[in-house]
T-cell receptor, first 112, second 115 residues
Framework: KQEVTQIPAALSVPEGENLVLNCSFTDSAIYNLQWFRQDPGKGLTSLLLIQSSQREQTSGRLNASLDKSSGRSTLYIAASQPGDSATYLCAVYSSNTGKLIFGQGTTLQVKP | ETGVTQSPTHLIKTRGQQVTLRCSSQSGHNTVSWYQQALGQGPQFIFQYYREEENGRGNFPPRFSGLQFPNYSSELNVNALELDDSALYLC??????????????FGPGTRLTVT
């Protein structure tokens, strides 16, 4: 059974700091991995999608990596800003079940 | 903006009642997936509809049911509401179904409160 874990559950950093969010999954049989952002009470905004054959994806200040063999992904945020404060969710699309499986998220607070 | 819309935005129901939530998919998408997100948790997969047929289901009881229409919009119905059904309900549309892993685009969600 695929399980997705995100550590830490919460993170508070000063503005301008570079930071890394971690995601691990138990089954390497995945089609892709996605990182989402969720503001309080809102829907999900897709940030980056990495196909299983890829190692990383970049968008602006965000960089996501994927190591399928070790079951790990990281989301790197450069030069963090207060507007980056949100919950970040990672999700893997399991090729065994055809389902998108989510972690519980990391809630990030960037202090001015 | 993903082009996926959901209605209503918020809903308050009493235990035992029935509720219908609606989702309009992004233009050109033929697959809709529904998720339940309890407070402080990640979304949990409820089921997926592909070309008007159920195409995969998560670990939810039969009182959670759905429908997809010819225009690919979708409904989520929940009967005999329980307090634990209080959650944010998200729908996501994508192109293609089954085990093809097309990117999913999420709507803003419906916040359901059961009292």
């Amino acid at each position: 059974k695929q399980e997705v874990t995100q550590i830490p559950a919460a993170l508070s950093v000063p503005e301008g700091e570079n930071l890394v969010l971690n995601c691990s999954f138990t089954d390497s049989a995945i089609y892709n991995l996605q990182w989402f952002r969720q503001d309080p009470g809102k829907g999900l905004t897709s940030l980056l999608l990495i196909q299983s054959s890829q190692r990383e994806q970049t968008s602006g200040r965000l960089n996501a990596s994927l190591d399928k063999s070790s079951g790990r992904s990281t989301l790197y945020i450069a030069a963090s800003q207060p507007g980056d404060s949100a919950t970040y969710l990672c999700a893997v699309y399991s090729s065994n079940t055809g389902k998108l499986i989510f972690g519980q998220g990391t809630t990030l607070q960037v202090k001015p | 903006e993903t082009g996926v819309t959901q209605s209503p935005t918020h809903l308050i129901k009493t235990r035992g009642q029935q509720v219908t939530l609606r989702c309009s998919s992004q233009s050109g998408h033929n697959t809709v997936s529904w998720y339940q997100q309890a407070l402080g948790q990640g979304p949990q997969f409820i089921f997926q509809y592909y070309r008007e047929e159920e195409n995969g289901r998560g670990n939810f009881p039969p009182r959670f049911s759905g429908l997809q229409f010819p225009n690919y919009s979708s409904e989520l119905n929940v009967n005999a509401l329980e307090l634990d059904d209080s959650a944010l309900y998200l729908c996501a549309s994508s192109l293609g179904g089954g085990r093809r892993a097309y990117e999913q685009y999420f709507g803003p969600g419906t916040r359901l409160t059961v009292t």
